[in-house]
């Protein structure tokens, strides 16, 4: 079956980069997304990426796959104190509209 | 445009009873899509709705139900409820298109004693 991976926790300084890494088993997958959830609230989509894509941009954030190692990461930029959160790495499977979730990375990040 | 609204946002049960929660998705979104988040399992899927009917169903015991409305509005439900049901409920619409772009709720957190 299909699993998402990633580590639980990440800390930073305003100011870094953050990388939020990755990796999911299921080959069939067609697209990988990144939500972005913060305390007592849903979750938010930040950006996706089709699996046929090695790299996509938008704005702070750079998502890039290694569809060979089946392995994801999100780079976010000139990191914020807002940008504290979690940050869930989901993948869907073909021809569904099932999303996986990983457990989520909290990226703390320190003023 | 008015985001995902889940009613309640927080309710409290006992084991044993049956609870309801709602789910208006943004409007002219067809799709919705119920996950449970708890700290230990993280977000499993329970279920997806596309124009009333369901197109996917998670690993969850037949305790766990929904339905989906002409108007898009979904409700899940949840029988004779027991601890390990505390949870937060969070519901997603989507376009349902090619991708799965979902647009969550806040969610409703349930804890049952």
């Known amino acids: 079956g299909e699993d998402v991976e990633q580590s639980l926790f990440l800390s930073v300084r305003e100011g870094d980069s953050s990388v939020i890494n990755c990796t999911y088993t299921d080959s069939s997958s067609t697209y990988l997304y990144w939500y972005k959830q913060e305390p007592g609230a849903g979750l938010q989509l930040l950006t996706y990426i089709f699996s046929n894509m090695d790299m996509k941009q938008d704005q702070r954030l750079t998502v890039l796959l290694n569809k060979k190692d089946k392995h994801l990461s999100l780079r976010i930029a000139d990191t914020q104190t807002g940008d504290s959160a979690i940050y869930f790495c989901?993948?869907?499977?073909?021809?569904?509209?099932?999303?996986?979730f990983g457990k989520g990375t909290k990226l703390s990040v320190i003023p | 445009k008015a985001g995902v609204t889940q009613t309640p946002r927080y309710l409290i049960k006992t084991r044993g009873q049956q609870v309801t929660l709602s789910c208006s998705p943004i409007?002219?979104?067809?799709?919705v899509s119920w996950y449970q988040q708890t700290p230990g399992q993280g977000l499993q899927f329970l279920f997806e709705y596309f124009s009333e009917t369901q197109r996917n169903k998670g690993n969850f015991p037949g305790r766990f139900s929904g339905r989906q409305f002409s108007n898009s509005r979904s409700e899940m439900n949840v029988s004779t409820l027991e601890l390990g049901d505390s949870a937060l409920y969070l519901c997603?619409?989507?376009?349902?298109?090619?991708?799965?772009?979902?647009?969550f709720g806040e969610g409703s957190r349930l804890t049952v004693l």
């Open positions: 989901a993948e869907q499977e073909a021809g569904s509209y099932q999303l996986t």
């Open positions: 997603a619409s989507s376009l349902a298109t090619t991708t799965g772009e979902l647009f």
């Open positions: 409007s002219g979104h067809r799709s």
